[in-house]
């Protein structure tokens, strides 16, 4: 007898890819933002969101497409969208991948 062990008491569900990679996402209204404000001019890179305090250290960062765009900036960052990497380059803009 005795009582139920705590392990076969509580409900076992769900699946946790260990592998899976966690984006920071980052639209296009919010680096039109920081075009407006002159934080950035020409560029965007990671360290610049850092500074920015838009990520952290060991984030990756994706960039999405909500929003517009209309500053040309070369943006180098992890992932991109097809609708952001449209309107990066539609504005004239040069998009890069880092590893």
């Known amino acids: 007898g005795g009582q139920m062990p705590?392990?076969?008491r509580v409900p076992k569900f769900g699946f946790k890819n260990i592998n899976r990679l966690e984006y920071k996402?980052?639209?296009?209204?919010?680096?039109?933002?920081?075009?407006d404000s002159k934080k950035i001019?020409?560029?965007?890179?990671?360290?610049?969101?850092?500074a920015n305090g838009l990520a952290r250290k060991n984030e990756l960062v994706k960039i999405l497409g909500r929003g517009a765009?209309?500053?040309?900036?070369?943006?180098?960052?992890?992932?991109?969208?097809?609708?952001?990497?449209?309107?990066?380059e539609a504005a004239g803009g040069v998009v890069t991948i880092l590893k």
């Open 6 to 8: 705590l392990q076969r």
């Open 25 to 35: 996402g980052i639209n296009l209204d919010t680096i039109q933002a920081l075009v």
């Open 41 to 50: 001019k020409d560029e965007l890179t990671f360290d610049i969101l850092l």
């Open 69 to 88: 765009l209309t500053a040309k900036l070369n943006v180098s960052m992890h992932k991109f969208t097809v609708s952001s990497k449209a309107a990066i």
